[in-house]
């Protein structure tokens, strides 16, 4: 195996073991980026100087004697929505095309905190709106299982980086699917935390009350190794939660006998690609192998909760993007008076599903419309994490497909923003009942495309995810298969 190939757990024993160093991972890590960059274009920012230093840094804090963080050494790539201080941060907006931000995001200090090697910022759909990173203002990013096809998204550079060789580990940021949806079309493992589980702090808003970050990794261990480095309290976010997060590794190698999973007729209906149903009822059967009890639950309120989400999320979109004036940062189109500076900012700044969000999320909002449409987006809201809480009555964690369909063609969907929405009808529910859940492979599709199995559970209930997840995943082979993009000669 590759070095650039291993998960940050099996470094950490040949860190300890000294058979390996930081600073070679992290060369291989940055060789295979240079490499294959050219076909996948995950990066938008590549870090060389930044990590090399951080590399060596790291290998003085792991020489004997010493106890180092759990991440010392990882190189880990950080979605480019999160701040960085003095290391450019575009949200893949021409907006934010040269913006240094002059700190960093809470989740990012963390990350430095534990010695971590940050590669680079990855690429993201603008503002981390949309579902294929086609919708990024810098380039796109393609699948590395399919370089014809989408990678998903809105975090689609972090999962195809990891994927791909390119980091070992990523964060990314959840509003709607966009850590899950993207590792289940690359073949990884994605988390969205519960809402207020890990600090906002630094994090470019799109909807506050939705985004959340969580870890994009090749496996369940790495997935809790990173929880555990960016959860839990943060002063600088009023809405982060005061709890004491326990240690997710706990959570893994742990039986699954008597786990009852809930397995919602509503998202087991039409819609779904044959193929992506045929590995989920597979997977689901698997679980119940190794010990886990299937029963229905209902899931009333779930097809309401796309268009509650196109209302609430673009409605507090609006109001966050308010902020790029051409006055403060970001980029500034000249004009002779402040209302055109304002208006040719906004109008070259932003792409074609920025401005569309805008104007939706606006219209929500304005006086004639806005108990119609925001208010009862709300309440649906509502109603549909009732129906979560009752749903928990009877189950422990919720089994589902994380998309209805495997990795889809670039441009297949780019003239129908209806159906790019749809690619989340699974995901979406989740972050409107701020709950939370996990995406892991679970098959492949004929084409020998990645399919991902959504694992749900209540609040604070992470540690459930962890141990279904690391016990099916321990029983499976599926994310053990690496993509094999070569570097064009
Ligand atoms: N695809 C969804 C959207 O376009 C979700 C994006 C996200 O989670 N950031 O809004």
């Not at 990678?151 to 709607?176: E, H, K, N, W």
């Not at 402040?338 to 906004?346: A, F, L, Q, Y």
């Not at 790019?420 to 009808?425: E, F, G, V």
């Amino acid at each position: 195996m590759e070095l650039y190939e291993m998960t940050a757990h099996e470094l950490r024993g040949k860190f300890e073991r000294r058979e390996l160093s930081s600073a070679e991972v992290t060369a291989a890590v940055m060789k295979r980026a240079a490499d294959i960059e050219p076909l996948v274009r995950a990066y938008v920012t590549i870090a060389h100087d930044e990590a090399d230093s951080a590399a060596a840094e790291a290998d003085r804090a792991l020489a004997p004697g010493k106890s180092a963080p759990p991440l010392a050494g990882i190189p880990i790539a950080v979605k480019d929505n999160m701040c960085t201080k003095g290391m450019r941060t575009t949200c893949s907006s021409k907006i934010l095309a040269n913006f240094v931000p002059p700190y960093d995001a809470t989740v990012v200090t963390r990350l430095r905190g534990q010695m971590a090697v940050i590669t680079g910022k990855t690429n993201l759909d603008e503002f981390a709106m949309g579902s294929s990173t086609e919708n990024s203002g810098i380039h796109k990013t393609f699948n590395p299982w399919d370089l014809e096809r989408v990678p998903g998204g809105s975090s689609g550079g972090s999962a195809a980086a990891v994927a791909a060789g390119m980091a070992i580990m990523a964060t990314g940021s959840d509003t709607g699917g966009s850590i899950r949806q993207p590792a289940s079309f690359c073949g990884v493992v994605g988390l969205k935390p519960t809402y207020g589980l890990v600090s906002r702090y630094g994090l470019v808003a799109f909807a506050s009350s939705l985004d959340q970050i969580g870890p994009i990794t090749r496996d369940v261990e790495d997935a809790a190794l990173l929880l555990n480095a960016m959860a839990g309290h943060d002063p600088l976010d009023t809405t982060s939660a005061k709890i004491m997060p326990p240690d997710y590794t706990t959570f893994i190698n742990r039986s699954v006998k008597g786990m009852r999973i809930g397995l919602p007729a509503e998202y087991f209906g039409d819609g779904q690609e044959p193929e992506v149903r045929a590995a989920i009822d597979k997977s689901v059967r698997k679980l119940e192998e190794l010990g886990a009890e299937p029963v229905e639950v209902e899931l009333h309120h779930s097809p309401y909760a796309v268009a509650a989400y196109y209302l609430c999320a673009t409605a507090e979109a609006s109001s966050n993007l308010a902020r790029y004036d051409g006055a403060q940062y970001g980029m500034r189109a000249e004009a002779d008076n402040v209302i055109d500076m304002c208006s040719r900012t906004r109008a070259r700044g932003f792409g074609a599903e920025v401005k569309r969000r805008i104007m939706l999320g606006t219209y929500a909002l304005s006086a004639g419309y806005y108990d119609a449409y925001y208010v009862k987006a709300l309440k649906a809201r509502t109603l549909i994490k009732r129906d979560f809480d009752r749903a928990f009555e009877k189950c422990d964690v919720i089994a589902s497909p994380t998309s209805p369909t495997a990795a889809f063609k670039v441009g297949e969907k780019t003239d129908n923003p209806l159906e790019m929405y749809l690619s989340d009808i699974f995901t979406i529910p989740v972050n409107l009942a701020g709950i939370c859940a996990i995406s892991i492979p679970c098959g492949f599709t004929l084409q020998n495309l990645p399919i991902g199995l959504q694992l749900i559970a209540p609040a604070f209930e992470e540690g459930r995810l962890f141990t279904i997840s690391h016990a099916f995943e321990q029983a499976t082979e599926w994310h053990k298969k690496r993509p094999s993009v070569m570097p064009s000669s």
